[in-house]
């Protein structure tokens, strides 16, 4: 790679790994460890295409999508000896006492989104974390616009099964 596009990417790298990151925990229900591979793994994938990626019009929309779809193949990866749990460990106290409902809301919410199929996890990410349109989110996933609909109608009725009237707690008036 020549020294501009790697002072480029280095540039790019920098400014979106944080975002990367924030995506990345959502998608993976709040694993740090998975984020930080699937990170890592996406930032692998654009350094090595980064002279073809930099002519893109939106190399951050690019980035995303890579990420997205690194996600979607770890889930379909997973080996059979991985064992997926419900149970985050070290949870606040109940008391009160962790500083405000904010942790525990957090808490509560990952796991919901734990608890989701990985493409209606990934649907939800992009749709209302990432705010993109059901096309944007329909291209990122390879799907129909039908398909995006069908699935984030059904992860939100899901979410709010998993939530139940715990969700309530936490609503602002």
Request: aromatic content about 6%; hydrophobic content about 40%; glycine content about 6%.
């Amino acid at each position: 790679m020549r020294q501009e596009h790697a002072d480029e990417y280095a540039e790019f790298a920098s400014a979106r790994a944080g975002h990367l990151y924030r995506s990345a925990c959502l998608l993976a229900a709040g694993d740090t460890h998975l984020a930080e591979d699937l990170v890592q793994e996406t930032l692998g994938r654009l350094y090595v295409r980064w002279a073809r990626v930099s002519r893109v019009g939106n190399p951050a929309g690019y980035a995303q999508t890579v990420l997205t779809r690194t996600f979607l193949a770890h889930q379909r990866r997973r080996s059979s000896t991985e064992r997926a749990t419900d149970v985050f460990p070290d949870l606040p106290a109940a008391d009160g006492s962790d500083g405000g409902d904010s942790a525990l809301l957090r808490l509560t919410l990952l796991d919901a989104l734990g608890r989701l199929p990985p493409k209606d996890r990934a649907v939800v990410v992009l749709r209302y974390w990432e705010d993109r349109s059901i096309a944007q989110t329909a291209d990122v996933l390879d799907a129909s616009s039908a398909a995006v609909r069908t699935r984030c109608v059904r992860a939100l009725a899901r979410l709010r099964e998993l939530l139940g009237e715990e969700l309530g707690a936490y609503a602002r008036p």
